[in-house]
């Protein structure tokens, strides 16, 4: 739900879609989907999505720092 929600937004706002709400959409759909793969023991799933929320986490960063 937390991906499908970002397209909405995009679809919704286009251009103007504001980009810290994007960003926590992400952050919480990669964060419900680690702990699935965690739950699931999928090894693969579990890297995929840590390298998402480290992804989006340098985002919000440069977001809010630069």
Same mark, same amino acid.
């Given at each position: 739900?937390? $991906? ?18 994007? $960003? ?43």
């Amino acid at each position: 739900m937390c $991906f499908i929600s970002v397209y909405v937004i995009l679809a919704w706002h286009g251009d103007d879609a504001p980009v810290s709400l994007v $960003f926590l959409f992400t952050l919480s759909g990669a964060l419900l989907h680690t702990i699935n793969a965690y739950l699931r023991q999928s090894i693969n799933l579990l890297v995929l999505n840590i390298i998402v929320v480290a992804i989006t986490l340098s985002g919000i960063f440069k977001m809010f720092v630069f």
